[in-house]
């Protein structure tokens, strides 16, 4: 297995703990970032995803211990993803990173990293094998952060599904 269980298992406690989870990415990176975002807020966890440049500087500006910065950047050297995390880094937020898995400059700023092994066709209209394998991750956590709270877990859920349903 590419990704450790013990490191998902501490990953997972680390977002489940967290006073807030700022997700960033640049293009089909940050989709996976809000989908991510989008599964914890019906589960009730204080998280964000930011798209733009200048939005992750300035939230990485006002992260603390207390909080993390989940990174994701499938070449691992977005330019804007790696000034976030240099940000980030100073005021000492935890942070995760979902990369390839080969050795690029997004890792070395993490915590904790995750990789994605995937294969992008010459004539992709987009970074479709990637985005999945990202996708399968992601659920992966959410399922365990999920699994850690499950009887609050549960209610959120259900007053999310019933919010959602009344509308």
Do not use: P, W
Not at 18 to 29: D, N, P, Q, V
Not at 46 to 65: K, M, P, V, Y
């Amino acid at each position: 297995m590419i990704n450790d269980e013990r490191e998902l298992e501490k990953i997972m406690h680390q977002m489940n703990n967290a006073r807030k989870i700022i997700f960033i990415g640049i293009g089909a990176s940050a989709i996976v970032a809000q989908d991510f975002e989008h599964k914890l807020k019906r589960i009730n966890k204080n998280c964000e995803t930011i798209f733009d440049s200048h939005g992750q500087l300035i939230a990485a500006t006002h992260l603390t211990s207390e909080d993390v910065l989940f990174a994701i950047s499938y070449s691992g050297e977005t330019k804007e993803i790696i000034n976030a995390l240099s940000v980030a880094k100073e005021n000492k937020a935890t942070i995760i990173t979902m990369t390839q898995n080969k050795r690029n400059t997004v890792q070395g700023f993490g915590n904790y990293a995750l990789y994605i092994v995937s294969y992008e066709a010459d004539i992709r209209s987009s970074a479709t094998a990637s985005r999945i394998a990202q996708l399968t991750l992601i659920d992966i956590l959410y399922t365990g952060i999920a699994t850690l709270n499950y009887d609050k877990s549960v209610v959120a859920l259900n007053r999310t599904l019933e919010v959602i349903k009344n509308f």
